[in-house]
């Protein structure tokens, strides 16, 4: 099974910004100087990579050979275009379904939403550039290989992608315990998508606010709140339920 890539060397990661490769983290030793550096700064000036400025120790763990200040972590999947996740849908025999994941930052919930997802016929999940779990070794497995199989996509922001997705007539649907409606009583028939938050915080309140639907499941015991990828599934199993 595929796992993340890292690579070292301020020529390798200027060469995957070249060509493209979907980089999930770059790791800059501190006060790192010169003109190779200086090139490297000019690449990253319009990308909007993860950058983590660390001490020389750190790059010596993570790397095994010369990574003259600068190593990269490499997503084993390719990420696709909201553009395309929205036309392939169009293009699909079933009802369109998305997943939104709001500031998720477990990579092992972050597989097991894959997985469920794939199980479900989901068309895609969005994922924020910054702040949201990383694609690595975890993430692949708990998916169960899974990641291969659903298109993912990284957006700038997620309130820009429900506005998108609202524009083509998908209701959104934001999973919070901050109302009084139940998931069984929305109509999931419809093409939706289903916003999961933060492990902590659930999903924000400008998000909230945003949706066209707010719903959570029903508690009936003494805690509070399911883990966010158990409820994820059975938010999904419940559109399955009604699209069946």
Do not use: W
Not at 103 to 113: E, K, Q, Y
């Amino acid at each position: 099974m595929e796992e993340t890539t890292r690579i070292f060397g301020i020529r390798s990661v200027i060469e995957a910004i070249e060509s493209g490769k979907a980089i999930e983290k770059i790791f800059i030793q501190k006060g790192l100087s010169g003109s190779l550096f200086h090139e490297l700064n000019r690449h990253l000036k319009d990308k909007d990579y993860p950058i983590s400025y660390v001490p020389v120790e750190k790059l010596n763990k993570l790397s095994k050979g010369n990574h003259q200040g600068v190593v990269a972590n490499i997503s084993p999947v390719s990420f696709t275009s909201i553009e395309k996740l929205i036309e392939d849908s169009k293009k699909s025999a079933t009802t369109p379904l998305f997943i939104l994941l709001d500031g998720l930052t477990d990579v092992r919930n972050f597989g097991a939403i894959i997985r469920t997802a794939e199980c479900c016929g989901v068309n895609g999940i969005i994922i924020p550039e910054k702040g949201s779990a990383p694609i690595n070794a975890d993430a692949v497995k708990t998916s169960a290989g899974a990641v291969f199989k659903v298109p993912i996509c990284k957006v700038n922001h997620i309130k820009d992608a429900l506005f998108y997705l609202q524009s083509y007539d998908i209701k959104v649907v934001a999973a919070t315990e901050k109302t009084d409606k139940n998931i069984y009583d929305i109509d999931l028939k419809q093409p939706v998508a289903i916003i999961m938050g933060n492990e902590a915080k659930g999903v924000s309140n400008s998000i909230i606010k945003s949706a066209d639907y707010r719903a959570k499941l029903p508690m009936l015991g003494e805690i509070a709140s399911l883990n966010v990828s158990v409820a994820c599934g059975a938010i999904l199993y419940e559109v399955v339920r009604q699209r069946l």
